[in-house]
């Protein structure tokens, strides 16, 4: 039987917090539990480049968020893990797919549409800021999804329509060659879950209300401490289903842990007990990654290897099927 393949690209945007493990890496490495499902998840590093330009902080970026997937447990022997500049053929996939996509569809994708909306608002050009990566960003990404005729891509839900993008563009081309020379892709969000930041808001960088996966045990112990609440005594019964801390909580732990402190909410807790509670929880589901984290960002050469590895992999099968689309629009 051939495998179904799951793809799906990372930004590297520096260490994740706890709302991209719950909402992201937790559930792709879960969904490769099924051994009917192969996992291609590539670091996007040229996406990066259409907003970040310091060269040492992007590099760096890049080698956390590798080796935060690895540490969470994505064992590069089983699953692909690459970096996109190491696969240069996505390049010219690129163009190829450009040539296919008409600028009516780039003008209605909703990031860009946000940027020329934000600079209509402040009275600007409405093209300031805005360079030719990031209004080609979906066919990149379209490429991305394409070269490796992927099943399913697991996303968050401001991603769909980058899904959809691409299959409309692989829909033109098939059309326009009377052949299924690509395969149409599924988008997977994940619905309902998200993780509330230490403000009650959804946990996002942009927020600043976000806790780094990886913080030391310490520091992520503190972080917890500084969860807003109100001034009940330890003594008032308290409901869970009106607690940040319990909702937090629930994305930890199992269903019997969390009868358990429900009952003890109930019957009053302290606010600080309940959040040892909470940081015990989420300790005790990240402690093995960080240290395994820690490790790997202090011999990157283990990093390396695993993306180097997963390059060496993906790029003959790109090369073929490069070669078969070449052929098919008359070039090379
Ligand atoms: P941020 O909002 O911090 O910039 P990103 O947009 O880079 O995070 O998110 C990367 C991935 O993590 C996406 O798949 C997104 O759905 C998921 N994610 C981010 N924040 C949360 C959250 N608070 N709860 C659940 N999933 C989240
Ligand atoms: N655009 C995605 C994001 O911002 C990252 C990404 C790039 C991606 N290429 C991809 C996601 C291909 C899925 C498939 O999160």
Request: with cysteine; proline share 5%; net charge neutral.
């Amino acid at each position: 039987m051939t495998k179904k393949i799951s793809l799906t690209g990372i930004k590297p945007t520096g260490i994740p917090h706890f709302g991209n493990y719950i909402g992201a890496i937790r559930p792709a490495l879960k969904m490769l539990e099924n051994s009917s499902t192969e996992g291609i998840y590539f670091i996007a590093d040229y996406h990066s480049l259409t907003t970040m330009h310091d060269g040492k902080t992007l590099r760096e970026n890049s080698y956390e968020v590798a080796a935060s997937w690895l540490a969470c447990g994505l064992d590069p022997e089983k699953t692909t893990i690459y970096l996109q500049s190491q696969v240069p053929e996505v390049m010219e996939f690129n163009w190829i797919m450009a040539c296919f996509t008409s600028k009516g569809l780039m003008n209605r994708a909703h990031a860009y549409k946000a940027l020329v909306q934000r600079n209509e608002e402040a009275g600007r050009d409405q093209d300031q800021g805005i360079n030719m990566g990031i209004y080609t960003y979906p066919i990149l990404m379209a490429c991305d999804i394409l070269i490796h005729k992927s099943d399913y891509v697991p996303v968050g839900e401001d991603q769909l329509q980058h899904i959809e993008m691409a299959r409309d563009m692989a829909n033109v081309f098939n059309h326009t060659y009377k052949k299924e020379a690509f395969k149409l892709p599924e988008g997977i969000a994940q619905k309902g879950v998200l993780l509330p930041g230490l403000d009650g808001r959804k946990m996002s960088k942009s927020y600043n209300n976000h806790i780094p996966l990886f913080l030391p045990e310490k520091k992520l112990r503190k972080m917890v401490m500084k969860i807003q609440t109100d001034s009940q005594p330890p003594e008032t019964p308290k409901n869970p289903d009106d607690s940040l801390i319990f909702d937090l909580y629930k994305y930890f732990t199992t269903e019997q842990q969390q009868q358990e402190l429900a009952d003890w909410y109930r019957r009053g807790i302290g606010w600080g007990e309940a959040k040892q509670q909470l940081f015990e929880a989420m300790n005790a589901e990240i402690a093995p990654a960080r240290e395994r984290y820690n490790e790997l960002m202090a011999d990157k050469a283990q990093i390396d290897k695993a993306l180097q590895m997963g390059a060496e992999k993906v790029r003959p099968q790109i090369q073929e099927y490069l070669r078969e689309i070449k052929e098919l629009i008359g070039v090379g």
